[in-house]
C-alpha cells in the first residue's frame, strides 16, 4: 500500500531539491552516524533516505547494497508524513507492507523504525532508519537514541548546505572584486587617454601648455 503524499509535498520537495545532496558520494560524517544506529538499536540494516519524487535514495548505508528503491513501496514514505517515530513491529502481519517486495523477498523487512529527518523549517525530507529480519520492538532509550541521531543527521545537512552556500557568496564577492578592480583599471585608463587627448588638442591650436608657454 503507497503512502500518503505529505501536505505541503510539493514545498518538500523543492527543499529537499535545494539541499542539493541528492545523489552525491558517500561522506564518513552520514556513515559514521548510520553505524551509531545500527548498534545502538542492535539492528543488521540501518540507513539514511531521501525520498524524492518517485524514489527513495539512501545516502547512507549498513546491511544493504541498492542505492534507492521506487517511492511506492518504501516504509520512509510513510515515516516522513510522522512527526515522530515510525515503528512496523512486524511487517508480514501489517496490512500495508505484507505484500510488499521488500518483506516477501530481500530484503526480507520484518521489523522497521524510522525517524523523519524534519528540517527547521518543518520539512521531513526522508529518515533514519533501522531494520531487522525478525519481528521485534525497540527499547525506550533506543528510540531516543534514534531520534538524537536523525536530528544530527539533519544538522550535519544544515552545514553542509550553509558551507556550500558560504563558497557560493565567497565566489560571488570575489568576481565582484575582480569586477570593480576591472572597472577602476578601466577608469584609469580612461582618464589617461583624456589627458593626452587634451594635450594633443592644445598643441594643434598652438594654446599654452606648460608654465613656460603661458609667460
Not at 510522522?82 to 516477501?104: C, G, H, M, N, Y
Not at 533514519?128 to 529480519?133: A, G, Q, R
Request: charge should be positive; proline fraction near 6%.
Amino acid at each position: 500500500m503507497s503512502a500518503p503524499i505529505p501536505l505541503n509535498e510539493v514545498k518538500r520537495l523543492k527543499v529537499l531539491w535545494q539541499y542539493e545532496v541528492l545523489d552525491t558520494v558517500p561522506e564518513e560524517v552520514f556513515d559514521d552516524l548510520t553505524e551509531l544506529a545500527a548498534r545502538i538499536c542492535e539492528a543488521p540494516i540501518a540507513m539514511i533516505t531521501l525520498v524524492d519524487e518517485n524514489r527513495q535514495w539512501f545516502k547512507s548505508k549498513i546491511g544493504v547494497t541498492v542505492k534507492e528503491t521506487s517511492r511506492d513501496i518504501s516504509f520512509c514514505a510513510h515515516a516522513i508524513t510522522q512527526e515522530d517515530l515510525f515503528i512496523v513491529p512486524d511487517a508480514a502481519k501489517d496490512e500495508r507492507f505484507a505484500t510488499s517486495p521488500l518483506v516477501i523477498s530481500e530484503p526480507k523487512i520484518r521489523f522497521y523504525a524510522g525517524a523523519p529527518l524534519i528540517t527547521p523549517d518543518g520539512y521531513a525530507l526522508g529518515t533514519l532508519c533501522v531494520i531487522d529480519k525478525v519481528p521485534r520492538e525497540l527499547r525506550p532509550d533506543q528510540k531516543q537514541a534514534l531520534r538524537i541521531l536523525a536530528r544530527h543527521v539533519v544538522t550535519q545537512l544544515e552545514l553542509r548546505r550553509h558551507a556550500r552556500e558560504l563558497a557560493a557568496a565567497r565566489q560571488t564577492g570575489e568576481k565582484f572584486k575582480s569586477e570593480v578592480d576591472n572597472l577602476r583599471a578601466e577608469l584609469a585608463k580612461a582618464r589617461r587617454e583624456l589627458k593626452r587627448h587634451k594635450a594633443k588638442t592644445r598643441r594643434a591650436s598652438g594654446g599654452p601648455t606648460s608654465r613656460k608657454a603661458k609667460r
